[in-house]
T-cell receptor, first 118, second 113 residues
Framework: AQKVTQAQTEISVVEKEDVTLDCVYE???????LFWYKQPPSGELVFLIR??????QNEISGRYSWNFQKSTSSFNFTITASQVVDSAVYFC???????????????FGKGTLLTVNP | KAGVTQTPRYLIKTRGQQVTLSCSPI?????VSWYQQTPGQGLQFLFE???????NKGNFPGRFSGRQFSNSRSEMNVSTLELGDSALYLC????????????FGPGTRLTVL
């Protein structure tokens, strides 16, 4: 069975601090996809990044960076120099391809509420 | 380009009733996915429609159903509402499905009394 664990339920930081959100996944499949989404108070989820299981290259996008480590089944997300606008719930998600091409199984973590205080 | 729209934004129903939620995807997107978000269960995938066909389905009872029209607009129906169906229902559209970049709507907040 597949599983996504975001052990940090809530994190509170002061503006300009760096913060890392943890995501640990479980799957026996060798092909899978990992995602991070942001859900601000308005409620709409915003796609941040997608990574497939064959691409372990870390990625940086502005103040955001992601560390994918298959050896520890982790896909952690770091925000550098956090800002108040980063306050949101962040979700990690795992997608497994099923049989039949377009079939898939999608599992979200419980989310981490990040509060950035001025 | 207009984003994903969902109507209504808020809905109050009583147990046993049925409800229909609507989602209009971004123009050109053929995939519409539906998700349920509750404090207890978190975010859960309901189903995905692609070109009017249900392509993927999550683990929800048959009371939850949907359809997609030729213009890619989608509706989700929940029959015989239960208190536990109270949730934020999110719709997402994409070109190809959940493996593509999905664009989410603001959601419909359903309260079942």
């Amino acid at each position: 069975a597949q599983k996504v664990t975001q052990a940090q339920t809530e994190i509170s930081v002061v503006e300009k601090e760096d913060v890392t959100l943890d995501c640990v996944y479980e799957t026996r499949d060798t092909t899978y996809y990992l995602f991070w989404y942001k859900q601000p108070p308005s409620g709409e989820l915003v796609f941040l990044i997608r990574r497939n299981s064959f691409d372990e290259q870390n990625e940086i996008s502005g103040r955001y960076s992601w560390n994918f480590q298959k050896s520890t089944s982790s896909f952690n997300f770091t925000i550098t120099a956090s800002q108040v606008v980063d306050s949101a719930v962040y979700f990690c998600a795992l997608i497994l391809r099923g049989s039949g091409g377009s079939n898939y199984k999608l599992t979200f973590g419980k989310g981490t509420l990040l509060t950035v205080n001025p | 380009k207009a984003g994903v729209t969902q109507t209504p934004r808020y809905l109050i129903k009583t147990r046993g009733q049925q409800v229909t939620l609507s989602c209009s995807p971004i123009s050109g997107h053929r995939s519409v996915s539906w998700y349920q978000q509750t404090p207890g269960q978190g975010l859960q995938f309901l189903f995905e429609y692609f070109s009017e066909t249900q392509r993927n389905k999550g683990n929800f009872p048959g009371r939850f159903s949907g359809r997609q029209f030729s213009n890619s607009r989608s509706e989700m129906n929940v029959s015989t509402l239960e208190l536990g169906d109270s949730a934020l229902y999110l719709c997402a559209s994409s070109l190809g499905g959940a493996l593509d970049t999905q664009y989410f709507g603001p959601g419909t907040r359903l309260t079942v009394l």
